[in-house]
């Protein structure tokens, strides 16, 4: 997995972009999702809390990793884990603090 970090202030917020990680077709967007804040905080995946706990992963993987011509376009889903604001698009999750 490629991740490009960018630890920026955007333009107008106070948020900082931490992680950015492209959603692969072969990688689940939910396992994107718990690769890159375990990047970002240094830990190993398993030492994260169960992202089960915060949000449906099948909500997730039934939006993001169906096949993307079946009726959404410009799909964009946020939430907070592990102190990020995660953003998913159809392909890229960011990790905003």
Do not use: Q
């Not at 991740?3 to 917020?13: P, S, V």
């Not at 039934?62 to 907070?80: K, N, T």
């Amino acid at each position: 997995m490629s991740h490009a970090n960018n630890h920026r202030t955007l333009a107008g917020t106070d948020t900082t972009i931490v992680e950015r990680a492209p959603t692969e077709a072969d990688t689940s967007t939910t396992v994107t999702i718990v690769r890159a804040v375990a990047e970002a905080e240094s830990v190993n995946p398993g030492e994260l809390p169960v992202l089960a706990d915060v949000i449906d992963p099948e909500a997730i993987e039934g939006i993001f990793d169906s096949d993307p011509a079946v009726g959404r376009s410009g799909v964009r889903l946020s939430f907070d884990y592990c102190g990020y604001v995660v953003e998913i698009t159809d392909d890229l999750v960011t990790l905003r603090r």
